[in-house]
């Protein structure tokens, strides 16, 4: 069952238009060696969805023209793409900023064992998801195991430096709730988590990214299950802040599926939600090189309460 029909229908959300271009997401495929519940992108071991060589050169063409900063490259596990060490280090040698958002046991799979190392040696900032500081809660969400795994990785991440005082390897951790609740204070959190982590497993990290659960894909069809579709989506709208228009993600980002074609925001790639004013359904990264798109519209939809609720969400955290 998916949980998409009932956000494709007229929003009152406001209208709002993109500024300069900073950040290229990047979504690598789909597949991943976890089957998380709040994944909003469907990922799991058995998606074929990979994107190929051909359009890995059109990011880095795309980027070679552009005043684009970072390159935030995302998946499934973004790592598993045969093609992860060259667009991280293409895009490196262009001097931009490569985040990977990593799902920590990735790096102590088989195979991906020189994984962390790699990171390291092209300065790549690690964002990691973990959803708590504690074994239960963890695994409860994200499968069995998954929490020693994560713990395993992040030592490893440490031991290169990652997220020591005074070291430039950048390591953020990311919190979604693990049911249709708002995040927490993001500031408190993280104060919790540093002292829990390195009170019982001598772990360090830099900041702690709090992010909003989208009602759409697995997430969304967990609440359409359990009957709280329409009862999170009110939670979304009855915390929208008026404020948090102006730091939404999708004004200075732009989303690149597996097959190169473009989204306002990784939200609307998973929905199919086209963008405005591009004459096409989905534009392909290869038409926009070059391309100026401040001022463009921005598509939105219901979800996108989720980005303006509360202390507001992105991929980088809460806004305020």
């Not at 500024?19 to 909003?40: A, F, S």
């Not at 540093?194 to 009170?199: A, D, M, P, Q, S």
Request: charged letters at 20%.
């Amino acid at each position: 069952m998916h949980a998409t029909l009932p956000l494709l229908k007229q929003s009152e959300f406001p209208a709002i238009q993109r500024k300069e271009l900073e950040t290229l997401q990047v979504n690598l495929g789909y597949l991943c060696n976890q089957t998380c519940l709040h994944c909003h992108v469907n990922a799991g071991p058995r998606r074929k969805e990979i994107m190929g060589e051909n359009t890995v050169q059109t990011v880095l063409d795309f980027l070679a023209v552009s005043n684009v900063e970072t390159l935030d490259l995302t998946g499934g596990a973004p790592e598993m793409n045969p093609h992860f060490r060259e667009i991280v280090t293409g895009a490196r040698t262009l001097g931009i900023t490569v985040i990977d958002r990593c799902n920590l046991t990735i790096l102590e799979e088989p195979g991906y064992e020189g994984m962390a190392a790699f990171l390291a040696e092209n300065q790549v900032e690690v964002v990691a998801s973990l959803p708590c500081y504690l074994e239960d809660n963890v695994n409860a969400q994200r499968g069995k195991g998954v929490f020693g795994m994560s713990m395993d990785a992040l030592k490893r991440l440490n031991t290169l430096g990652y997220g020591e005082e005074g070291s430039e390897l950048s390591l953020n951790l990311v919190y979604n709730p693990q049911g249709p609740n708002l995040p927490p204070d993001q500031a408190v959190l993280e104060a919790t988590y540093k002292t829990e982590l390195k009170h019982r497993y001598g772990i360090v990290f830099n900041h702690l990214f709090t992010i909003t659960n989208m009602p759409i894909q697995r997430f969304g069809s967990t609440l359409i299950s359990k009957g709280e579709f329409a009862s999170y989506m009110q939670l979304l709208k009855d915390a929208y802040r008026d404020e948090n228009l102006d730091g939404v993600m999708c004004r200075s980002m732009i989303s690149v599926d597996w097959q190169g074609f473009v989204y306002d925001c990784d939200f609307n790639q998973m929905l199919g939600l086209p963008m405005h004013g591009e004459g096409k359904f989905r534009p392909h990264l290869s038409e926009l090189i070059g391309k100026d798109m401040e001022g463009h519209p921005i598509a939105v939809m219901d979800h996108c309460y989720g980005c303006t609720a509360g202390q507001g969400s992105s991929c980088g955290g809460a806004l305020e």
